[in-house]
Nanobody
Framework: VQLQASGEGLVQPGGSLRLSCAASGRTFGTYGWFRQAPGKEHEFVAA????????NYADSVKGRFTISRDNARNTVYLQMNSLKPEDTAVYYC????????????????????WGQGTQVTVSS
């Protein structure tokens, strides 16, 4: 089982970036993204259920980020718009076999599988 994230980059404030996470080996019930800024704990960003596309977002990214998934490709995306310097972090793709309820999605221990991090830097 592998989660392969891509799309890292450097972008100016106000810009956009799209992260992708390709899952291999199996399908999952819930997919998500966490991030970790230097010196900080992991922070929930967004999550989506495979079965019905129900989503959950951190307040800090609502209205700016969109999570989506392509079941045929077993891939999840994170479209990030109106990026801010405080969005700078290493972003981690996560997944779990269970289809979590909305309230459980932001919990770090809801996810058994973590991909390698991908760096997003927002700076002028």
């Amino acid at each position: 089982v592998q989660l392969q994230a891509s799309g890292e980059g450097l972008v100016q404030p106000g810009g956009s970036l799209r992260l992708s996470c390709a899952a291999s080996g199996r399908t999952f019930g819930t997919y998500g993204w966490f991030r970790q800024a230097p010196g900080k704990e992991h922070e929930f960003v967004a999550a989506i259920r495979r079965s019905d596309r129900n989503t959950n977002y951190a307040d800090s990214v609502k209205g700016r980020f969109t999570i989506s998934r392509d079941n045929a490709r077993n891939t999840v995306y994170l479209q990030m718009n109106s990026l801010k310097p405080e969005d700078t972090a290493v972003y981690y793709c996560v997944a779990d076999s269970r289809s979590w309820i909305i309230g459980a999605m932001p919990q770090k221990n809801s996810y058994d599988y973590w991909g390698q991090g991908t760096q997003v830097t927002v700076s002028s």
